[in-house]
């Protein structure tokens, strides 16, 4: 049985659902202040958005002799269960008004008789205490209604505060407050004063005791029907009666019934009266104070199964661990039992006896509720009319209610567990984004990342507009749809619309043209030169169709050089050149490279503020059930396209820079940072060369021809460099500790998988991979290396750069 319980934490609200397997995912959106505001639809991320899961499985966090607890209670449970079936019973209001007439009865004549009524007449009783102690609101009986409903009507009859206060009120000022036969608030003076006090003590005196031991009088009936007349009205009726009488709830309707009308039916006892087929009352059920007396007692009964799981769990606990610490202490007389610390034993305030406590009153309330149903089915012939009503009698609300409490404590064990992993993963987010934070050059803010976005869709745009093909054009229009969707829905942002989210080229000229020339308007450029569309996005056979297309549109190096002045044609061309050379140099060809970015679109998604590439488990959950039927290489090319497409990879959104995306390779260097990311998931991101060797040329490429040859900016370069040789030696040396952390062979069972061609690669060959993309990285140090040196010391590069790290 799933409950949710919310627990309200100090600082936020934690949702805990019971008995649920979801998987960890967080999508790293926050709130950014740094966004210009003179920019047109500004976006910033929606935190609604946002949601962050953390599982909790008790079956394998916890030990042998924990899970022996955990049965135990769930024995207690089931026990008290069947004490609640055969023992409690159904709630009766029968029941509930025979033993409250009983009991009331017993009192009235007990209290006469302590007032100096000899004898055990209950009529007699009765007329005594109305002898002796007479209400001065008794003389205006008929304008209440008479003997049916002036009890309900004048507000000083009623057992509750608000009838002591009205009573007090009559003594001060000789007048009685109730309702007429509508509703609506009646104050009518006295005109006997016998009842009356004379001054303040006797005003008092009248206004509360002869007001109580007037209600002892009334509460079994008149003296003409003792016992069975009309009574009085208990607290909550009284509470009910005088909140129809305000403005605000006198006008409201309870089934076309108004509800001052509602409220004497139930008194009176003609709202849950007994009737026959043709609705005709049979017997009336009069909900007074007796009614109310005897469904306290029926409500009572059910705390008994309940104090006895309580008492069971609780017991057994104690015992268990008593044995467990006579044993360990070898204890072999009474004497001996001082060695023992008893504040370990005792089952209170510890997880353990707390979660025992939450699976006890779950499993009581489980076997409650399974038996309340199928009798109540069983009575009304399946789940017909009278189903609702006789499940709810038989529902032991007080389990319910222990249950709930039993949750919410347990509850904030688990907020605790939350709070400090989250504090432990911002902690190591901190971290990385300090790391990252010397590395502004590789990344983009919210606009800049919205200007990348932006030109990649009329990159799409003018591709499908020059397609002659129609069949082709039909199936890039579609692609481009499906991208815009599906990249939109990854960004939690305001103005989530396609029209609202993408720019114009005036608004992209100014977005690009606001700042002086920089590194980020050359990163954006590699970036949408890079991108490649027209990767599996659809999740079924119109991906067959994508094979064949490419992309025609002359578009970024065309028109956008002419919708700016900062990146031009030659500065495009030359990036394009050097991104092969740079596919040469760290691959150790002796010829120019074409380096695809198959693999390096953005899946935005991460833990503790690291972007992660090729985690399927994360991708299949971003972009839902389309994926399902996916594994290996189909599921990362359909999962990373689905996401935005464009060769990016998102980093920690809501970093203190205001940083949206890390991107020109510098997502790797992140990943390979190992803060807040696994050995294996590190090594199975080197599992795939193509991806890091794209990485790679990215970011030789940016660094040379942007950061050194045009900006000169040797100290970033360096800072990037001496990073990566960091890097290395961390990845070689885990290569070594821990070899059983490489990636192991998956056998796939994907149709789509062999179609392609897919082999299976042993474990060994996916280590000699590994090893060969740490290779592409260290000829990518060397190289940047080599470029720094080369830079002139004048131009603010330092002279030498420190040797890399021994490995």
């Known amino acids: 049985m799933n409950t949710l319980v919310e627990w309200i934490g100090k600082t936020e609200d934690i949702q805990i659902m019971y008995d649920a397997g979801i998987a960890k995912n967080s999508l790293l959106l926050a709130a950014n202040d740094g966004i210009t505001a003179n920019f047109p639809a500004i976006i910033y991320p929606f935190p609604d958005n946002i949601r962050e899961v953390e599982a909790v499985s008790w079956e394998e966090s916890v030990s042998k002799a924990v899970r022996l607890d955990y049965a135990t209670a769930v024995a207690c449970g089931a026990i008290a269960g069947l004490i609640d079936i055969f023992y409690v019973g159904d709630f009766s209001l029968d029941n509930a008004r025979n033993w409250g007439s009983e009991q009331t009865n017993k009192f009235v004549k007990k209290v006469t008789q302590m007032n100096g009524y000899k004898g055990d007449d209950l009529q007699k009783a009765i007329e005594h205490m109305e002898k002796h102690f007479p209400l001065a609101a008794d003389e205006k009986t008929p304008d209440f209604g008479g003997g049916l409903q002036h009890h309900l009507r004048d507000f000083s009859h009623h057992f509750s505060l608000g009838g002591l206060m009205c009573s007090l009120f009559t003594q001060f000022s000789g007048k009685v407050i109730g309702t007429d036969t509508s509703g609506v608030i009646l104050i009518v003076p006295v005109s006997k004063t016998t009842a009356i006090g004379r001054n303040f003590e006797e005003k008092i005196l009248f206004g509360t005791v002869n007001w109580f031991f007037h209600m002892v009088s009334d509460m079994a009936g008149s003296k003409s029907t003792p016992g069975k007349g009309t009574g009085i009205p208990g607290p909550i009726v009284s509470l009910i ?14 089934n076309e019934v108004e509800f001052h009308t509602w409220v004497s039916k139930l008194f009176n006892g003609t709202l849950l009266a007994k009737r026959d087929e043709n609705g005709k009352i049979l017997e009336p059920v009069k909900f007074d104070l007796r009614m109310e007396i005897g469904i306290l007692h029926e409500v009572g009964k059910q705390f008994v199964p309940v104090i006895i799981n309580e008492c069971l769990v609780r017991g057994l606990y104690f015992l268990r661990r008593l044995y467990n610490a006579v044993k360990a202490a070898e204890i072999h007389s009474v004497a001996d039992l001082k060695q023992i610390d008893a504040s370990e034993l005792l089952p209170f305030n510890n997880r353990v006896i707390k979660r025992m406590i939450t699976v006890a009153s779950g499993v009581f309330t489980a076997v409650d509720v399974t038996d309340a149903a199928v009798r109540a089915a069983i009575k009304n012939g399946g789940f017909g009319s009278g189903f609702v009503v006789d499940f709810a009698l038989r529902i032991n609300v007080v389990g319910i209610g222990r249950f709930v409490i039993a949750c919410k404590t347990d509850a904030a064990f688990i907020s605790e567990d939350i709070q400090e992993a989250r504090e432990k993963r911002n902690k190591s987010a901190k971290e990385f984004e300090k790391r990252i934070a010397d590395l502004k050059c590789l990344t983009l803010d919210y606009e800049q990342l919205r200007v990348l976005y932006s030109l990649e869709y009329l990159i799409l745009k003018d591709d499908v507009n020059v397609t002659k093909k129609l069949e082709d054009k039909a199936v890039k229009a579609a692609w481009k749809q499906r991208w815009q969707k599906n990249l939109l829905e990854s960004l939690p942002i305001v103005n989530a619309r396609p029209g609202d989210f993408f720019l114009q080229e005036p608004e992209i000229k100014k977005y690009m043209e606001a700042q002086q020339e920089s590194p980020w308007q050359y990163l954006l450029a590699m970036e949408a030169m890079l991108f490649k569309p027209y990767t599996p996005i659809f999740g079924n056979d119109e ?122 390779g510098g997502a790797l260097i992140g990943m390979l940072g190992g803060t807040g990311v696994s050995a294996a998931t590190t090594l199975n991101l080197l599992s795939d060369d193509s991806y890091v060797l794209a990485e790679c040329c990215k970011l030789l490429t940016f660094c040379r021809t942007v950061l050194i040859d045009r900006f000169h900016d040797a100290a970033s370069v360096g800072t990037i460099q001496a990073n990566i040789d960091k890097q290395i030696a961390a990845l070689r040396e885990e290569i070594e500790k821990k070899p059983e952390q490489c990636p192991k062979e998956v056998k796939s069972k994907s149709k789509d998988e062999k179609t392609e061609g897919e082999s299976k690669i042993k474990e060994k060959d996916k280590t000699k991979i590994v090893k060969k993309s740490i290779k592409y990285l260290k000829n990518t140090s060397d190289a940047l290396r080599k470029s720094v040196l080369n830079e002139q010391p004048a131009k603010g590069s330092p002279k030498a750069l420190p ?5």
């Not at 009666?241 to 309870?254: D, Q």
């Not at 503790?608 to 039927?629: C, D, N, W, Y």
């Open 241 to 254: 009666k005088e909140l129809s009488a305000v403005p605000c709830f006198r006008e409201k309707k309870i």
């Open 803 to 807: 040797a890399p790290p021994a490995t």
């Open 543 to 664: 991906d067959k169709k994508l094979k064949k297309l490419k992309l025609q549109s002359e578009y970024l190096t065309e028109r956008f050089p002419k919708i700016q002045s900062i990146v031009t044609k030659e500065a495009l061309a030359e990036l394009e050149k050097a991104h092969k050379r740079a596919g040469a140099v760290i691959t150790g060809s002796t010829k120019n490279l074409v380096i695809g970015a198959v693999g390096t679109t953005a899946v935005v998604v991460a833990s503790g503020g690291l972007a992660f590439a090729f985690a399927p488990a994360i991708a299949a959950t971003l972009v839902g059930e389309a994926a399902a039927g996916l594994s290996g290489a189909a599921l990362v090319s359909y999962s990373l396209a689905a996401i935005g497409g464009g060769s990016l990879a998102a980093g920690g959104l809501g970093m203190a820079g205001g940083t949206a995306i890390i991107t020109g």
